[in-house]
T-cell receptor, first 115, second 117 residues
Framework: AQSVTQLDSHVSVSEGTPVLLRCNYS??????LFWYVQHPNKGLQLLLK??????LVKGINGFEAEFKKSETSFHLTKPSAHMSDAAEYFC?????????????FGSGTRLQVQP | GAVVSQHPSRVICKSGTSVKIECRSL??????MFWYRQFPKQSLMLMAT?????????EQGVEKDKFLINHASLTLSTLTVTSAHPEDSSFYIC?????????????FGAGSRLTVL
């Protein structure tokens, strides 16, 4: 069985300051991990993915995440927040093939960026 | 890259009517598509898996007769909300897995917001 926990439902940062969105997972197998972003009334856009290659994954828009097996974490970071980063972020875990039960979504973290 | 088109983006209907939402993979074939429902400020809930050429697989608690799914071709899946009621108002999102090396990555449609009056 797999699960994912996003530790913060809301994160608020000032523009230009670092962003940290936390995600912990549990998985019986070697998982694939993803971060998706959702802007209001929009679908989900893939930010980055980890699939057992390099543990530090770089994504779009300056985001990156580090897979830490010992801590079962996959936290999302960005050095400097931009106003356009304000959105909902979902951490997703997948055990291998993307079958109907293979994807588990976290509850989401709403990122607010203050001017 | 892979694109999934979802239509309509917004729909308002009267209680008791049926609404059809289309999900198309524009530049790739998708034998499987997934339909999700998202309530305000909540995460995505998988409703069903749409399978080309066969019946959809529904998650526990999802009414098959209420949410009809048809996967007519390798690029099109439709979700029909039958006899809609206000409690069916929600944001519906479809997704399809990419093929090849990106097979474990889902591409999502932009979503369809249904409002039932």
């Amino acid at each position: 069985a797999q699960s994912v926990t996003q530790l913060d439902s809301h994160v608020s940062v000032s523009e230009g300051t670092p962003v940290l969105l936390r995600c912990n997972y549990s998985s019986s197998y070697s998982p694939s991990l993803f971060w998706y972003v959702q802007h209001p009334n929009k679908g989900l856009q893939l930010l980055l993915k980890y699939t057992s290659a390099a543990t530090l994954v770089k994504g779009i828009n300056g985001f990156e995440a580090e897979f830490k097996k010992s801590e079962t974490s996959f936290h999302l970071t960005k050095p400097s927040a931009h106003m356009s980063d304000a959105a909902e972020y979902f951490c997703v875990v997948s055990e291998g093939y993307t079958g109907r039960r293979a994807l588990t979504f976290g509850s989401g973290t709403r990122l607010q960026v203050q001017p | 890259g892979a694109v999934v088109s979802q239509h309509p983006s917004r729909v308002i209907c009267k209680s008791g009517t049926s609404v059809k939402i289309e999900c198309r993979s524009l530049d790739f074939q998708a034998t499987t598509m997934f339909w999700y429902r998202q309530f305000p400020k909540q995460s995505l809930m998988l409703m069903a898996t749409s399978n080309e050429g066969s019946k959809a697989t529904y998650e526990q608690g999802v009414e098959k007769d209420k949410f009809l799914i048809n996967h007519a071709s390798l690029t099109l899946s439709t979700l029909t909300v039958t006899s809609a009621h206000p409690e069916d108002s929600s944001f519906y999102i479809c997704s399809a897995p990419q093929s090849g090396p990106g097979a474990n990555v889902l591409t999502f449609g932009a979503g369809s917001r249904l409002t039932v009056l």
